[in-house]
């Protein structure tokens, strides 16, 4: 793959107020294992097929860095697909797979946020927070309006974190990942991890309870 920048695809965000069970195996999947395999040797094709299994992921992890800035995490993500591709050859099949790519997102993500530091947010949206879903306090009626709503009000909240604590919690209630690969992820002891991600919760919980909302 060349330095120029590929669009692999869109994450489509979802508006419904219904929520959705994340479900993903608990270690490497062997395909995607397979693909890096032949990636990190220069097979361009292998890299493509990774990516596309890759995309939403990624996309999603770098939209929450960002605080859900359209353009920034745009640029993340295109930043991410780049790095990745240059990054592979020196990865450590002992070593996680997905930590490996976060870890990149992760850099890429922080990097484009120093570089466009001027820049002010803009339009949000909440990308994939089923499990962050929130209660409204209003009437069952307009569902979609009242939940479209709430998805505002969540992605005020978030881009008021800490750009890490956002992107631990986006891992841990959307990725599904446990407690120990954080803690591999984030060079932290899992009692470290597990306290952080109940105060990021809590004070995420205390910003929603401001402004009318709360959090299951």
Known sequence: MSAEKKEFGRLKPDDSAATAQVSLPAGDDPVDLSLAEHAAKGDKGAFERLMWRWWDRIRGYCATFVAFDPELAEEAAQESLIRIYKALPRWRKESSLGGYLYGICRTASLDVIRSRARHSARSMSVEDFDSLSLESPHST??????????????????????????????????????????????NLPVGTVKSRLFRVRDKLSVMLKEMGYELR
């Open 141 to 186: 009626g307009e569902a979609n309006v009242l939940q479209e709503e709430a998805n505002q009000m969540l992605a005020k909240a978030m881009q008021r974190l800490d750009p890490e604590d956002r992107s631990m919690l986006y891992l841990h209630e959307v990725e599904g990942k446990g407690l120990a690969e954080l803690g591999a992820m984030y």
